[in-house]
């Protein structure tokens, strides 16, 4: 029962890694087939651009989360990284998720369906701007001015009365 916790993460990554090279080789087998054997209006131009930086989005996963065994031995050296992880991974797997499904449109729809993939920069763009701004919400009460306090209904109340309301 020794490394329970790293013995799953290495099964999980392995069995998410050979999902993915799976997926990733029997999409682009079915494009390249339907492009060559049907001599469809495709232009090879647009795959090798969007592809390309996909298949090594999936080279450095497979790198950052393939398990690593001592080959004396067989056991467990480095269960990888884990590949669920939130973040820069996670931006990752929606990267490579998009593009398997615009080269599954291109396959259906022709090569205008590669336009689906101008949604992946603006997302990033959309991304980048509400974290700007948020950032810049967040440090808006650093610049020396007091904000308004929120009063409650009862300093309200009472400041009608006429009472001193003290704050703290």
């Known amino acids: ?59 450095y996963l497979d790198r950052l989360g393939r398990p690593r065994y001592n080959p004396a031995d067989g056991s467990l050296r480095s269960p990888g990284e884990d590949l669920g992880a939130a973040g820069l991974t996670e931006y990752m797997w929606d990267v490579l998720y998009w593009t398997w499904g615009c080269i599954g449109a291109v396959c259906v729809f022709g090569d205008r369906a590669w336009w689906l993939w101008i949604v992946v920069p603006s997302y990033s763009v959309w991304l980048a701007y509400t974290t700007f701004t948020g950032m810049k919400n967040g440090l808006a009460g650093m610049g020396g001015t007091e904000p308004a306090v929120a009063e409650s209904k009862r300093q309200k109340k009472m400041e009608k009365r006429g009472q001193r309301v003290q704050y703290r």
């Open 1 to 59: 029962m020794a490394q329970k916790a790293a013995k799953t993460l290495a099964t999980r990554n392995a069995s998410v890694l050979l999902r993915t090279h799976l997926i990733t080789l029997s999409l682009h087998a079915v494009f390249l087939f339907l492009h060559w054997a049907f001599n469809r209006p495709r232009s090879l131009t647009p795959y090798v651009v969007f592809a390309c930086p996909t298949l090594a989005i999936e080279f």
